[in-house]
């Protein structure tokens, strides 16, 4: 059973509802947390807890054996990135921060003449997290400088799925790109959390479109409730067919728990904030 926590727009807090969610969750059950927020994860950070049992993300790198090169420019014609450069006398040169890896030049080579190299792009990381429950938490970290997020995130949702567990809570990034997409395959349900911002409202109804096409069951979370005006997001929110099922106040107490490291419902755990959480966690056991 695979929940994810999204939310289009980021710093809307969906890493804190997600850790939030994570340790109330794993209070009955094995849970696996994968956060695959490659370029910017955070979810051990709010939890307090460390990286750990690091392997590399490699991706393939194609190298030029140029005895064998016929300057047709295939391979510069097929690559979509713009990592295969073909200069004034047709030869191939490739920029490796621009390679995605995705080996069609190596396909479409009629000589053989590009071999298959690697590349460190990212890291993923197997945490053991014990803050008031225990549970696994697996997270995705892009080098600095990279640009392809896909291969990251696939790795680390790949080794977070590899664990034992009955219940995977998956925390994307923000955005709707197709990293986003491929984070959330398969869930059951989504939380999308958003604020009371206009730009809250524009990529609310970004990711409410995306899991409509995807055909996942959504829910909203609207945090820091009292910020601003919530009339126009729950029309858009009831025109996609979801409602807003918890409204997370604008707190000092939130922000005192993510500058500690420390989740709130652990930190206060009788907290109007701790309430919220744990009966947004009731409503998620009712469905899976």
Sequence with gaps: MIVSVSGGKGGTGKSTVAVNLAILLAEGRKLVMADLDVEDPNDHILLGVSLEEERPVNIMLPFIRYDDCIKCGECGRVCDTGAMLISPDGLPYVIPRLCSGCRACFFVCPTKAIVEGERTIGYTYHTVVERGSRFDLVTGMLREGEEHT?????????????????????????????????????????????????????????????????????????NRSGLGSEERHEEVVRRYGSEIVARIPYSRRIVESYVKGEPIVLLHPDSEEAQVFRELASMVEGVI
């Design 150 to 222: 896909p291969p990251a995130v696939l790795a680390a949702r790949e080794r977070a799925f590899s664990l034992p567990g009955d219940l995977y809570l998956v925390d994307t990034s923000a955005g709707t790109s197709n990293s986003v997409a491929t984070a959330m395959d398969g869930s059951r349900l989504v939380i999308a959390v958003t604020e009371p911002t206009p730009l809250g409202l524009h990529d609310l109804e970004l990711i409410l479109r995306l899991t409509q096409k995807m055909g996942i069951e959504t829910w909203v979370v609207m």
